[in-house]
């Protein structure tokens, strides 16, 4: 190549060097150009690719603040906040400084522990139960022998809802027992009146629960003797 057509080439060297260079520019100001200012903080120039915890739940608390019940609930949006609050318990706690109520001690932090694993348990019966009443028929009318059969399938499953509430209600009093042992207050202070009431024998889904399961029995005893009158 002579020497005059090696400076024709020398400018299109150059053009592409510079955009190479202009296309190269820090991956901090790539990831973050819409917020960078005078002065960065530091935390920002973490990769966006690191921050997916904001969107993705790794911890309890994560899954815990995705619970969520609309005014106008039905039974797969129940189903979605059970399956939620199981992975949160199946979850690690976040660091303590993350936490979401502000922690002093290591003695504050078991027991801020403990008031979660309480209520998360005590959600998921809550949200078993409400599945349950869909099912469940409060009161047999005369007229309900015509649909006895619809109706014990129906209370069939209320059943097995009510029964399936039943471990998480046996949980939700083994963590508020452990959580009242550490003598301190935390700032969570819903769950403590909540742990004070099951502690003190005023909140009792147990006696409620069985109940309903013993109203079942009684309920397809009345369809049968209404059906044995029919005929």
């Given at each position: 190549?002579?020497?005059?057509?090696?400076?024709?080439?020398?400018?299109?060297?150059?053009?592409?060097?510079?955009?190479?260079?202009?296309?190269?520019?820090?991956?901090?100001?790539?990831?973050?150009?819409?917020?960078?200012?005078?002065?960065?903080?530091?935390?920002?120039?973490?990769?966006?690719?690191?921050?997916?915890?904001?969107?993705?739940?790794?911890?309890?608390?994560?899954?815990?603040?995705?619970?969520?019940?609309?005014?106008?609930?039905?039974?797969?949006?129940?189903?979605?906040?059970?399956?939620?609050?199981?992975?949160?318990?199946?979850?690690?706690?976040?660091?303590?400084?993350?936490?979401?109520?502000?922690?002093?001690?290591?003695?504050?932090?078991?027991?801020?522990?403990?008031?979660?694993?309480?209520?998360?348990?005590?959600?998921?019966?809550?949200?078993?139960?409400?599945?349950?009443?869909?099912?469940?028929?409060?009161?047999?009318?005369?007229?309900?022998?015509?649909?006895?059969?619809?109706?014990?399938?129906?209370?069939?499953?209320?059943?097995?809802?009510?029964?399936?509430?039943?471990?998480?209600?046996?949980?939700?009093?083994?963590?508020?027992?452990?959580?009242?042992?550490?003598?301190?207050?935390?700032?969570?202070?819903f769950m403590e009146s909540e742990r004070y009431s099951i502690i003190r024998g005023e909140l009792d889904y147990g006696k409620i629960i069985n109940n309903y399961i013993k109203d079942i029995a009684l309920?397809?005893?009345?369809?049968?003797?209404?059906?044995?009158?029919?005929?």
């Amino acid at each position: 190549m002579d020497m005059r057509a090696k400076k024709r080439l020398l400018p299109v060297f150059l053009i592409l060097i510079c955009g190479q260079f202009l296309l190269a520019e820090d991956y901090q100001y790539q990831y973050f150009k819409d917020e960078k200012k005078e002065k960065v903080p530091f935390s920002d120039y973490i990769p966006k690719v690191r921050l997916h915890y904001k969107t993705v739940p790794h911890y309890l608390e994560d899954y815990y603040e995705l619970y969520g019940m609309k005014q106008y609930w039905d039974e797969n949006s129940l189903r979605v906040n059970i399956e939620k609050l199981k992975a949160g318990l199946n979850s690690k706690f976040r660091h303590p400084s993350l936490a979401l109520v502000k922690i002093g001690s290591d003695e504050e932090f078991l027991k801020y522990r403990n008031l979660l694993f309480m209520h998360i348990n005590l959600l998921i019966m809550r949200n078993y139960l409400s599945i349950a009443s869909k099912y469940d028929k409060r009161k047999i009318e005369f007229h309900n022998v015509d649909f006895a059969e619809d109706i014990k399938k129906s209370l069939d499953v209320a059943e097995l809802y009510y029964k399936d509430a039943l471990p998480y209600w046996e949980q939700t009093k083994n963590y508020a027992s452990i959580a009242s042992a550490v003598k301190i207050t935390t700032d969570l202070g819903f769950m403590e009146s909540e742990r004070y009431s099951i502690i003190r024998g005023e909140l009792d889904y147990g006696k409620i629960i069985n109940n309903y399961i013993k109203d079942i029995a009684l309920k397809k005893n009345k369809l049968d003797e209404l059906a044995a009158v029919k005929k």
